[in-house]
């Protein structure tokens, strides 16, 4: 083995940054959010977006989305029982 090579385990102990794209009321929304938010929405997006249209597009959702989250949170919306199921997963990983 040659020393000058990262083995596998040390390369998994030095995971890579994400990129900040974004920071909404303290909560950071980065490039791994979008692509999660790209493969999570793929089917719904317009298919005449271009890629750099495509990632406006994926960031404003993603800031729109924690302000919801952020707002019904301040509003005690997670403490209601009329508050659908996937609002409560949502809330869980804010």
Same mark, same amino acid.
């Given at each position: 083995m040659h020393a000058g090579l990262a083995t596998p385990a040390i390369l998994a102990a030095f995971p890579a940054t994400a990129k900040i794209l974004a920071t909404v009321n303290g909560k950071q929304i980065t490039d791994? &959010?979008?692509? !999660?938010a790209a493969?999570?929405?793929?089917g719904s997006l317009p298919p005449q977006l271009d890629d750099k249209s +495509?990632?406006?597009?994926?960031? &404003?959702?993603? !800031?729109n989305s924690e302000l919801v989250a952020q707002k019904a949170l301040s509003e005690k919306a997670?403490?209601? +029982?009329n508050l659908p199921r996937s609002s409560r997963i !949502?809330?869980?990983s804010c």
């Open positions: 791994d &959010d979008l692509k !999660i493969d999570d929405l793929r +495509r990632e406006g597009y994926l960031l &404003d959702y993603l !800031i997670d403490q209601t +029982r !949502i809330r869980k």
